[in-house]
């Protein structure tokens, strides 16, 4: 058993308290830092997080090497600023982490500090000179856009010629952006004030951007190198400094008003982890998981380059009143750049909880649909005694309603599901099962518990197919783990779900300082520990691998590195014992001849196999990450793109966005009539996904 004491070693704390209580500030003026409390902070990570982890990772020199890495990407993923001497002089520094946290020292994040500023007054000179010189467009330039295949400048010489093609792709793109606005103009420009006014824009942009890095403080710094100590244990577990409360809620809720986008900050980026159902991202349709956000403009104003900014700045600019609009310029993941105008909203209640129909078969009878935007469940609602409204029970009725319609078979859609209410992935479970295990809960001392369905009433017992994708985690890879390993459900979608195992839990370090401690800090922050890990029925675990589907269908994201396992420092996969359960009796599948049927059905499927022909040209894309600067050749690759979403639009209504932004004329219509629940019926209709998962079924019932 692990020891959970926050009382630590008096004899550390004897030293500790000799000189900690000094504050350090920098010579370029800024504020001075507290690092009496820096160091107590890098302590506590130091002794607390090993204690408290899943992971029984030890504060040592491989831990140093993983937390330096994860320090690295976060100083200058991109390589815009630092020489390969700078880098190599801060490696110095890579196994000795652990000692400096445990002796109160914060060298590395004070030198990274120090030398990233050096570089980026010499850059902003460079770009000055740049912006100030001609820019000749059709020149032949290239260069690497993937951080992870670039190298840093050895010079500054390199860095300069690495600066002068940015600027260069950042005059081009400004300028291509106000052609394609020529088309809808009223006021036509001519060519040089379009070229004109692309240069003078990139001059505010980058501007603006320098502004921005030289408002970084050590405490900045420090913050983010606390936070690549703790993901350094797995890439759930975080350091959350105390800024303010927005800042809070951002790292616990991650979703943002108006908009309704969970992100996150990666690596230098600003990263869409997940579109709220019933927001303006999931009504819109072209924000997506895995998409980067580049830069934000408010309507008609020019854009800020929201790369290296932190995410609580990004959120301020994305944030705005309702009604109000705003436009992201997005990368999408296989390195297209698309521009998409959101017009920010309260997020619509309705959308958020389940939502179901029945689909009629072409031979006869009928499919009932459900869709489960989540596991949610309002526990405060239960607390104070009120009716409190929770996924089971609205699936539960979902069902009965469709079961009198006579329905033939049932999908239950839980793709892009991020999980949610635990008590509600094992109660919707039972609505399919009689009794039994739902999942395997293992802590970090080893003790493991069973979650069980203790209702023998079953409320479906029909043919049942469950669709996942990528973006399906946690709690609904419960409820797809337990439906599969059952034998009660057929499990269509990617070749498998994110593979979030994992369970976190926020501690607050204000409430842990050693008591031997005898000075007052402000606010420590908080620490998001993971502390649980889910296991399936048959002992292996949901983290890494995710569930596997049954039938593969073609999918846009099919060739994304997207979950656990391309995850930095995820925790890996791995079992335990298979807990006792009684497969269900029902009809039994033949998932052999389900699989080949659909196949066939694929191969012949014009809107599947326009999504996987689309999905490889994709994959190509992401992989030619050379991009060539001439203005004839980034401009054929954006028609190329334009071209590309046209084609998928024309199968598949999700996608069906001009370049504009605007929705198509009948989602259009519906949207103006109110008609939310109209426009969500033809999506219904028109996925080619629900389509198969339809003939799945039918195939079901007669095999």
């Given at each position: 058993?692990?020891?959970?004491s926050?009382?630590?070693?008096?004899?550390?704390?004897?030293?500790?308290?000799?000189?900690?209580?000094?504050?350090t500030?920098?010579?370029?003026?800024?504020?001075?830092?507290?690092?009496?409390?820096?160091k107590?902070?890098?302590?506590?990570?130091?002794?607390?997080?090993?204690?408290?982890h899943?992971?029984?990772?030890?504060?040592?020199?491989?831990?140093?090497?993983?937390?330096?890495?994860?320090?690295?990407?976060?100083?200058?993923?991109?390589?815009?600023?630092?020489?390969?001497?700078?880098?190599?002089?801060?490696?110095t520094y890579s196994?000795s982490?652990?000692?400096?946290?445990?002796?109160?020292?914060?060298a590395?994040?004070?030198?990274?500090?120090?030398?990233?500023?050096?570089?980026?007054?010499?850059?902003?000179?460079?770009?000055?000179?740049i912006?100030?010189?001609?820019i000749?467009?059709?020149?032949?330039?290239s260069?690497?856009?993937?951080p992870?295949?670039?190298?840093?400048?050895?010079?500054?010489?390199?860095?300069?010629?690495?600066?002068?093609?940015?600027?260069?792709?950042q005059?081009?793109?400004?300028?291509?952006?106000?052609?394609?606005?020529?088309?809808?103009?009223?006021?036509?420009?001519?060519?040089?004030?379009?070229?004109?006014?692309?240069?003078?824009?990139?001059?505010?942009?980058?501007?603006?951007?320098?502004?921005r890095?030289?408002?970084?403080?050590?405490?900045?710094?420090?913050?983010?190198?606390?936070?690549?100590?703790?993901?350094?244990?797995?890439?759930?577990?975080?350091?959350?400094p105390?800024?303010?409360?927005?800042?809070?809620?951002?790292?616990?809720?991650?979703?943002?008003?108006?908009?309704?986008?969970?992100?996150?900050?990666?690596d230098?980026?600003?990263?869409?982890?997940?579109?709220?159902?019933?927001?303006?991202?999931?009504?819109?349709?072209?924000?997506e998981?895995?998409?980067?956000?580049?830069?934000v403009?408010?309507?008609?104003?020019?854009?800020?380059?929201?790369?290296?900014?932190?995410l609580?700045?990004?959120?301020?600019?994305?944030?705005g009143?309702?009604?109000?609009?705003?436009?992201?310029t997005?990368?999408?993941?296989?390195?297209?750049?698309?521009?998409?105008?959101?017009?920010?909203?309260?997020?619509?209640?309705?959308?958020?909880?389940?939502?179901?129909?029945?689909?009629?078969i072409?031979?006869?009878?009928?499919?009932?649909?459900?869709?489960i935007?989540?596991?949610?469940?309002?526990?405060?609602?239960?607390?104070?005694?009120?009716?409190?409204?929770?996924?089971?029970?609205?699936?539960?009725?979902?069902?009965?309603d469709?079961?009198?319609?006579?329905?033939?078979?049932?999908?239950?859609?839980?793709?892009?599901?991020?999980?949610?209410?635990l008590?509600?992935?094992?109660?919707?479970?039972?609505?399919?099962?009689?009794?039994?295990?739902?999942?395997?809960?293992?802590?970090?001392?080893?003790?493991?518990?069973?979650?069980?369905?203790?209702d023998?009433?079953?409320?479906?017992?029909?043919?049942?197919?469950?669709?996942?994708?990528?973006?399906?985690?946690?709690?609904?890879?419960?409820?797809?783990?337990?439906?599969?390993?059952?034998?009660?459900?057929?499990?269509?979608?990617?070749?498998?779900?994110?593979?979030?195992?994992?369970?976190?839990?926020?501690v607050?370090?204000?409430?842990?300082?050693?008591?031997?401690?005898?000075?007052?800090?402000?606010?420590?922050?908080?620490?998001?520990?993971?502390?649980?890990?889910?296991y399936?029925?048959?002992?292996?675990?949901?983290?890494?691998?995710?569930?596997?589907?049954?039938i593969?269908?073609?999918?846009?994201?099919?060739?994304?590195?997207?979950?656990?396992?391309?995850?930095?420092?995820?925790?890996p996969?791995?079992?335990?014992?298979?807990t006792?359960?009684?497969?269900?009796?029902?009809?039994?599948i033949?998932?052999?001849?389900?699989?080949?049927?659909s196949?066939?059905?694929?191969?012949?499927?014009?809107?599947?196999?326009?999504?996987?022909?689309?999905?490889?040209?994709?994959?190509?894309?992401?992989?030619?990450?050379?991009?060539?600067?001439?203005?004839?050749?980034?401009?054929?690759?954006?028609?190329?793109?334009?071209?590309?979403?046209?084609?998928?639009?024309?199968?598949?209504?999700?996608?069906?966005?001009?370049?504009?932004?605007?929705?198509?004329?009948?989602?259009?219509?519906?949207?103006?009539?109110?008609?939310e629940?109209?426009?969500?019926?033809?999506?219904?209709?028109?996925?080619?996904?629900?389509?198969?998962?339809?003939?799945?079924?039918?195939?079901?019932?007669?095999?």
């Amino acid at each position: 058993m692990k020891n959970r004491s926050s009382v630590f070693p008096s004899f550390f704390f004897c030293t500790f308290l000799l000189f900690s209580s000094l504050d350090t500030g920098l010579a370029n003026g800024q504020a001075p830092v507290d690092m009496g409390r820096n160091k107590m902070i890098g302590y506590m990570i130091s002794k607390q997080l090993p204690g408290m982890h899943f992971s029984d990772k030890k504060m040592d020199d491989s831990l140093s090497r993983a937390a330096f890495t994860l320090y690295l990407k976060q100083l200058d993923f991109q390589k815009r600023f630092l020489l390969r001497q700078d880098v190599d002089a801060l490696t110095t520094y890579s196994q000795s982490i652990d000692d400096e946290l445990l002796h109160g020292s914060e060298a590395l994040p004070q030198k990274g500090f120090e030398l990233l500023n050096v570089r980026i007054q010499q850059v902003e000179k460079m770009v000055t000179e740049i912006l100030a010189a001609e820019i000749d467009v059709n020149q032949k330039d290239s260069y690497e856009m993937d951080p992870e295949k670039s190298t840093y400048a050895t010079d500054l010489q390199g860095l300069r010629e690495y600066w002068r093609k940015m600027i260069k792709a950042q005059i081009v793109s400004r300028y291509l952006d106000a052609l394609a606005d020529q088309q809808t103009a009223k006021e036509k420009k001519s060519d040089t004030l379009l070229w004109k006014e692309a240069k003078e824009r990139v001059v505010k942009q980058n501007k603006e951007f320098f502004h921005r890095l030289h408002q970084e403080t050590v405490q900045d710094h420090l913050d983010r190198y606390f936070d690549a100590v703790a993901r350094a244990f797995d890439p759930h577990t975080n350091y959350m400094p105390p800024d303010n409360k927005e800042d809070f809620d951002i790292h616990m809720r991650g979703s943002l008003e108006g908009i309704g986008a969970v992100l996150r900050e990666e690596d230098g980026y600003i990263k869409v982890v997940s579109i709220i159902p019933g927001s303006a991202s999931a009504r819109q349709g072209q924000l997506e998981a895995e998409d980067i956000i580049l830069e934000v403009a408010q309507k008609n104003g020019d854009p800020v380059e929201i790369t290296d900014m932190r995410l609580r700045d990004a959120v301020r600019l994305i944030r705005g009143p309702k009604g109000s609009e705003v436009r992201l310029t997005v990368k999408k993941p296989d390195g297209v750049k698309v521009l998409i105008p959101l017009v920010r909203e309260v997020v619509q209640i309705e959308e958020t909880f389940v939502k179901s129909t029945s689909l009629d078969i072409p031979a006869g009878g009928k499919i009932g649909y459900i869709m489960i935007p989540s596991f949610y469940r309002d526990f405060e609602g239960s607390k104070n005694g009120k009716e409190a409204r929770n996924c089971t029970d609205d699936t539960r009725k979902a069902i009965e309603d469709l079961k009198k319609t006579g329905i033939n078979g049932l999908i239950l859609d839980l793709r892009n599901n991020g999980g949610g209410s635990l008590v509600d992935a094992v109660d919707t479970t039972g609505l399919f099962i009689k009794t039994g295990p739902v999942v395997q809960v293992k802590n970090s001392s080893g003790a493991q518990r069973i979650l069980s369905d203790e209702d023998p009433a079953i409320v479906y017992d029909g043919p049942l197919v469950v669709l996942v994708n990528q973006f399906s985690a946690s709690a609904s890879e419960i409820v797809a783990a337990a439906l599969q390993d059952y034998g009660r459900a057929v499990i269509i979608g990617g070749k498998h779900t994110h593979g979030k195992g994992t369970v976190q839990t926020l501690v607050d370090m204000n409430e842990n300082i050693p008591s031997l401690h005898l000075r007052t800090y402000d606010d420590l922050g908080a620490l998001k520990v993971t502390i649980q890990k889910f296991y399936r029925v048959n002992g292996g675990s949901t983290q890494y691998k995710g569930v596997e589907s049954d039938i593969v269908l073609p999918s846009l994201f099919q060739y994304l590195k997207s979950g656990e396992q391309y995850i930095d420092y995820s925790l890996p996969w791995d079992q335990v014992a298979s807990t006792p359960f009684v497969r269900y009796s029902g009809k039994k599948i033949d998932l052999d001849r389900l699989i080949a049927t659909s196949k066939l059905r694929v191969e012949s499927d014009s809107g599947l196999q326009a999504i996987a022909d689309e999905a490889k040209k994709a994959e190509d894309r992401s992989k030619d990450t050379v991009v060539s600067l001439q203005l004839s050749d980034m401009k054929k690759k954006r028609e190329e793109a334009d071209l590309a979403r046209k084609k998928i639009g024309s199968h598949y209504r999700k996608y069906r966005v001009e370049q504009d932004g605007e929705m198509g004329e009948e989602a259009e219509k519906n949207a103006k009539k109110g008609d939310e629940r109209l426009k969500w019926l033809e999506e219904v209709k028109d996925d080619p996904y629900i389509g198969e998962a339809t003939r799945v079924l039918v195939d079901m019932a007669h095999l």
